[in-house]
Nanobody, 114 residues
């Protein structure tokens, strides 16, 4: 059974940083591209970043480019999202997902507030 487990969310002040992690099991991690999504209160699911299976290519939504960095450690079957200069509008539940599938984790809450 494929399982994705996110962690690292929390409450942070505007301008602060957080690093999210997503650990995969039940899948050959080196063969899959991965994505990060988020869902803000009252809004739909938003794709924010993706990375190829090798980690050689990354893409970002305009809303996070220059502030967020996606990376992965294939030896640990773990995906990361480094989030810097966080803004209140970044408040959302963040999910990781396997590329080209509807497989996602349970999400981790990020709240940006003073």
């Amino acid at each position: 059974e494929v399982q994705l487990v996110e962690s690292g969310g929390g409450l942070v002040q505007p301008g602060g940083s957080l690093r999210l992690s997503c650990t995969a099991s039940g899948v050959t991690f080196t063969r899959i591209g991965m994505n990060w999504f988020r869902q803000a209160p009252g809004k739909g699911l938003e794709w924010i970043s993706g990375i190829t299976n090798s980690g050689g290519k990354m893409k970002y939504a305009d809303s996070v480019r220059g502030r967020f960095t996606i990376s992965r450690d294939n030896a640990k079957s773990t995906l990361y999202l480094q989030m810097n200069n966080l803004k209140p509008e970044d408040t959302a539940v963040y999910y990781c997902g396997i590329d080209r599938t509807n497989v996602r984790g349970q999400g981790t809450q990020v709240t940006v507030s003073s």
